[in-house]
Every structure is written in structure tokens, then in C-alpha cells.
């Protein structure tokens, strides 16, 4: 039995563009595209969105890419009426309304529901109703939309209201329980495909940095804390924790790219990449990364790989 090959992409709001940029590089050495190369696609946050677009449109890396710079998915995505900035700035509304991302969401996917799709795809939500994190996969029932679970899966608290899907329930973004999807994935992986080897390209969109002075810190409370980022950084080190445990239980056969924004002069607010400038910015940091990992990469997946996971 051939190995299937995952792909998992960490939440990071805008900063998917170095995500993008890294398998934009991928397709043009394999000269396949994301969709062709992955028989699983698994997502959390602006990663689930892509999950969403990829093996629901079939669309390349590079083709995201264009609909971002060209078609200005992003900058349509993230508008607000100007009450909504005034209020944010109180931090009492949420920073975007979310009705363009709806919008524009149900344009790109229609009504392609979680039947109609030929990979494999794993994207965690938060369930208000229930208390609990939900993982769609392609045997959930119901039988969602694809838009819904891609406006779902990018409410991130403080950046857009909750979101209300077909059952109901009022969902938010998955990543304040799995904004690194991989090891589930893989176990996810494991059941639908047992006795075959599986292998897991995982990609980050970068550390955020926090700097404390432990001296004023002696005197922070709730509101202080909460402004100074804290849930941010367990956040990070939850996901650092859950990569080192994903590489621990998977080993070799597991490729994990990630590093910290601060190398590379790009802020690291997720919405930080919602303008021309630091979109270009976050392509060649995607660049970067994959120049970083190329030989490790092209012996991980190899070029035949597309043919035959297409074929699948």
C-alpha cells in the first residue's frame, strides 16, 4: 500500500501568506499542485479556511495566492463599519463585523458541502453550545457546507463574532483548542488508512514574541495580563508543547516548518498582513523557509507523489 501524505497548516489569521508561499514553492519543484499532492488536507483557523478553498475548489497555492493579491480575498474578508474600529479600541465589539467574510466565503464555495469533496480534510471548530471542540471530516454529519465550516473555523474571538451554522449551534474558531491540527490529523489519518505508511508535512505561519518586565509584572492583574498578551503566549507555548509531542509520537515521519516572526521584521498581529506591503513580506519569508528546508523537503515528498495522489 503507497503512503498518504498529509498536510497540516497551523492557524496564524493573515500570516497564511507564508504558508501559501511555502507550497507555492512546493508546486513549482514538483510541478504538482497542493491539491494533487496531499491525499489529506487538515487545517486550524486561517489554515482551515485554506483546507477549505483547497480541496473544495481544487485550487493550487499559487492560486490562492492570486485571488489574496489580485481579487483582495484578505482586504475583502477583513472590513467594519467605522463603530465597530471606535468600539474595538475599548475592546467591548469585535474588530470586524464578519459579514464580508461570509460574503465572500459563499462566493468562493458555494454550496460545496463535505460530500462532494475527494480529499480528505480535517478542520477543528469550538462549539459554544456544547463546551467542547469539534473536528469536521468528511464523514461529519450532518452533511455541512464548506463555507459555513471555512466562516466557522476563522472566528477568532476579538476578531469576529461567533458564527451560526446550519444545526444551530454557534461555533468560533478551532484554534483556541487546536491551532496545530497535526497530530490529530495523523491519528485521523491512521484510522482511514490502516496498514499504510503515513507521512506529514506540517506548516506554521510564525511565532509571535512577547517581551514582559518581570519587575512591573509583580504587580499585573486580570486586566493588565490580558493586555499584555498572556493568553497569546499560553497559546504558543501550548502549540510548541504539541509540536514536540507530534514530532515525539510520529518521528520521521513527520516535517515541521516554523519560526519566529521576529527574525524577519513582519508584525505579528494576525491581521498584520491585510495590506500590499506585508503581503509581499510574508511571500518571500515563505521563500525563505522553504529555500531552508528544500532537501529535506524533496526527499520527503517526492515528485511522483503527485500522480499517484491524484489517483487515489
Not at 485571488?67 to 463603530?83: A, P, R, S, V
Not at 474600529?85 to 465572500?104: C, D, E, H, V
Request: aromatic share 8%; net charge positive.
Amino acid at each position: 500500500m503507497r503512503p498518504r501524505y498529509v498536510l497540516s497548516l497551523d492557524g496564524g489569521g493573515s500570516h497564511l501568506l507564508i504558508q501559501l508561499s511555502v507550497l507555492a514553492c512546493l508546486e513549482e519543484d514538483t510541478g504538482a499542485s497542493t491539491y494533487d499532492l496531499f491525499d489529506m488536507i487538515a487545517g486550524s483557523s486561517s489554515g482551515g479556511m485554506l483546507a477549505c478553498l483547497i480541496s473544495g475548489r481544487m485550487l493550487s497555492a499559487s492560486g490562492i495566492i492570486r485571488l489574496i493579491q489580485q481579487d483582495k480575498l484578505l482586504e475583502n474578508m477583513m472590513t467594519g463599519h467605522w463603530l465597530n474600529r471606535l468600539l474595538n479600541t475599548l475592546q467591548i465589539r469585535p474588530k470586524y463585523t464578519g459579514i464580508s467574510k461570509r460574503r465572500r466565503l459563499k462566493k468562493e464555495l458555494g454550496g460545496l458541502r463535505l460530500s462532494s469533496l475527494d480529499k480528505q480534510v480535517f478542520v477543528p471548530c469550538f462549539n459554544l453550545d456544547r463546551d467542547q471542540l469539534e473536528i469536521f471530516t468528511n464523514q461529519t454529519k450532518p452533511d455541512f457546507l464548506l463555507c459555513e465550516i471555512a466562516d466557522a473555523c476563522t472566528a477568532a474571538p476579538a476578531y469576529y463574532p461567533p458564527v451560526r451554522m446550519e444545526d444551530n449551534d454557534w461555533r468560533i474558531d478551532g484554534g483556541v483548542g487546536m491551532n496545530n491540527p497535526g497530530l490529530g490529523a495523523y491519528l485521523h489519518a491512521r484510522q482511514l488508512w490502516a496498514g499504510a505508511a503515513i507521512k506529514m508535512l506540517s506548516v506554521g505561519s510564525g511565532w509571535r514574541s512577547f517581551s514582559f518586565d518581570g519587575q512591573k509584572a509583580c504587580r499585573y492583574g486580570g486586566m493588565q495580563w490580558s493586555a499584555k498578551g498572556i493568553a497569546s503566549v499560553i497559546l504558543r507555548e501550548k502549540m510548541m508543547a504539541n509540536v514536540k509531542l507530534t514530532e515525539a509520537v510520529i518521528g520521521e515521519h513527520a516535517l515541521y516548518i516554523n519560526e519566529y516572526l521576529k527574525h524577519f521584521g513582519l508584525p505579528d498581529h494576525m491581521d498584520s498582513v491585510n495590506d500590499p506591503v506585508n503581503q509581499r513580506k510574508a511571500l518571500e519569508i515563505g521563500r525563505l523557509w522553504y529555500d531552508r528546508h528544500r532537501e529535506k523537503i524533496r526527499r520527503w515528498i517526492p515528485a511522483q507523489n503527485a500522480g499517484h495522489s491524484a489517483a487515489a
